[in-house]
């Protein structure tokens, strides 16, 4: 059990958070509009999961709901009059608004504890522990140490949430409102003429995406026990373009490669860790000059999917 | 009181105006919205800090210097982030969004390896001189800098208006193909519009180290995000638009804070931007709306 250490199950959780907010840029991409808020959103769902836990002493579920809730409120609230915006304005506009829930974060101390952020938050692994010695289970019995079981605990709880989303998501994309997405992402213009409702599913693609990334910050929150507006500024709304773009914003596997692969590749070479931001606006640019469509592509997964003659990719 | 804080607030409102200047005849000509702006301001601040302070040049020095560096920057991003997107038939309008962006982290985080994350202070040689006119207290500090701004201003204007070049931009501006098909080097229109942009955000630079006293690596990023914010306030491709919206930015932020709370002073750019979106999404001295113009 040498390898299941806390280091490499913490490194695999961050990957499934940044799994999510992958995908959850990815959603909003998939009809075309590109989303700069989504770190603002995150912020939404890890403060209102955080601050519900420790001020108002509610269960770890039941904030998480609550944040990625209300976060997906808030993508409808800034999602309706977005809808006047395309392409850059819509960026800058959602930038915007991740600068200004950060200055309100900031500013707010009575609520959220001011740029010192918000301190023992709940961590699921730990309170999972709690619970399930108060019912004389001990993680001895599994030959795990109580470190391990927490980390693991944890790594479990956000492999089952990214699994949800990432099955969710690609149903939906088989779906009538995938479809849809797909269309309008082609040509506005045209999905219009041809009956679907844009606004409508502007807005949802929106909102779904708010609420994944609330989703993920609230799973943030209680993983790392520590929130504060330095983990939700302009690098983090860049980190999770970049996982999109770099996986792929075309299939949703393109984002969950992207997260997966910058997750991975910055702490088991600590020399590239340095160069991280370095490297990734460098990545940024080759990429939109070379391969645009990011490295996983549905051309690419067709590929595979025949010379791996009939494993379902 | 009310005077000296009028000032201040023309004062910083003429450096963003500078500042979103830049931004605005990118998107004028090649529409599309040049995110590493900000960071060649940065370059150009500490080009300029690194001749002033660390060298002890002349101020007129340490603008030339800013200008060959960050001139020199712009024709870099044209030619390896910009132009390779170009030439790809059917690239998304996101695409040159998206590798800007890249050239910005990159270039921020250069800074901090070459200069760390630290304040720096940035001396200017008449930092402490001051007037006084009946009660109003003028630092000859914000007289060179209104000065400067004013004459950048007035000679863009007149260059856009008066020259040849500055016609064939503002026909380039109007409709690339067409200015292409009557003769203009479009190619080198746009190259030179990148270079003109990035050297006046080098002048900016500069303009802010003597502002503020200090740079950080970080200046890029917060005074990049208010020039985005002016030039939609003031209308995308607006040089007019973009002189107002700086104007109103920097003495709305000099008031709210003389009269209200610092803490959200960063935030008023984000809060005018989306208001104005509401309102009147094409901004203040726009033209159509994007969607229509196509």
Known sequence: MEWLNPYHLQVASFVLINAILGVSIYVTLSTGQLSLG??????????????????????????????????????????????????????????????????????????????????????????????????????????????????????????????????????????????????????????????????????????????????????????????????????????????????????????????????????????????????????????????????????LLRRFRRSGKGTPA | MFLEQLINGITLGSIYAIVALGYTLVFGVLDIINMAHGEIFMFGAFVGLLIVSKAGAPLPVAFLGAIVVTAAMGLL????????????????????????????????????????????????????????????????????????SLFLMVGLSL????????????????NLETAGLLGVDTNRMITATVVIASAMGGIAGVLVGMAFNYINNQIGLSMGLKGLAIIIFGGMGSVYGAMAGGLILGLSETFVVAYGSSGYRDAIAFVAIIVILLIKPQGLFGQAPAEARR
């Open chain 1, 38 to 299: 989504n770190a603002g959103f995150m912020s939404v769902g890890a403060y209102t999961a955080a601050l519900l836990s420790t001020q108002h002493q509610v269960p770890i579920p039941v904030g998480i709901l609550a944040g990625s809730l209300l976060a997906g409120a808030a993508g409808i609230l800034v999602g309706i009059p977005s809808l006047r915006l395309s392409g850059v304005y819509l960026a800058i506009a959602t930038l915007g608004f991740g600068e200004v829930i950060r200055a309100v974060l900031i500013n707010w101390e009575s609520l959220t504890g001011g740029a010192v952020g918000v301190p023992a938050i709940p961590q699921m692994g730990r309170v999972t522990l709690v619970w399930a010695r108060d019912r004389g289970f001990s993680p001895e019995s599994l030959g795990l140490q109580s470190n391990q079981f927490i980390s693991l605990t944890v790594f479990l709880i956000l492999l089952l949430g990214t699994i949800l989303t990432v099955a969710f998501f690609l149903r939906l994309s088989r779906s009538r409102v995938g479809r849809a997405y797909a269309a309008i992402r082609l040509d506005e213009s045209a999905a219009s003429a041809a009956g679907i409702p844009i606004t409508y599913y502007k807005v949802l693609a929106f909102s779904q995406g708010a609420l994944l990334s609330g989703f993920a910050g609230a799973l943030f929150a209680h993983s790392t026990s520590f929130v504060s507006p330095g983990d939700f500024t302009y690098h983090r709304a860049v980190e999770i373009l970049v996982f999109a773009v770099f996986g792929g914003s075309l299939h949703i596997y393109g984002p969950v490669f992207g997260a997966a692969f910058l997750t991975v590749v910055p702490e088991a070479l600590r020399a590239v860790s340095d160069y991280r931001y370095i490297l990734y606006g460098i990545l940024l640019v080759l990429m939109m000059v070379f391969r645009p469509q990011g490295v996983i592509d549905p051309a």
């Open chain 2, 159 to 174: 260059w856009l208006s008066r020259t040849r070049a500055g016609k064939a931009l503002r026909a380039a501006a109007e």
């Open chain 2, 77 to 148: 991003l044209e030619r390896f982030a910009l132009r390779p997107l170009r030439t790809r038939p059917g690239a998304s309008h996101l695409a040159s969004l998206i590798s800007t962006i890249g050239v910005s982290i990159l270039l921020e985080n250069v800074a901090h390896k070459i200069f760390g994350s630290g304040n720096h202070l940035f001396e200017t040689p008449f930092a402490e001189i001051s007037f006084t006119i009946g009660p109003v207290t003028v630092y000859l500090v914000q007289v060179v800098i209104l000065l400067i």
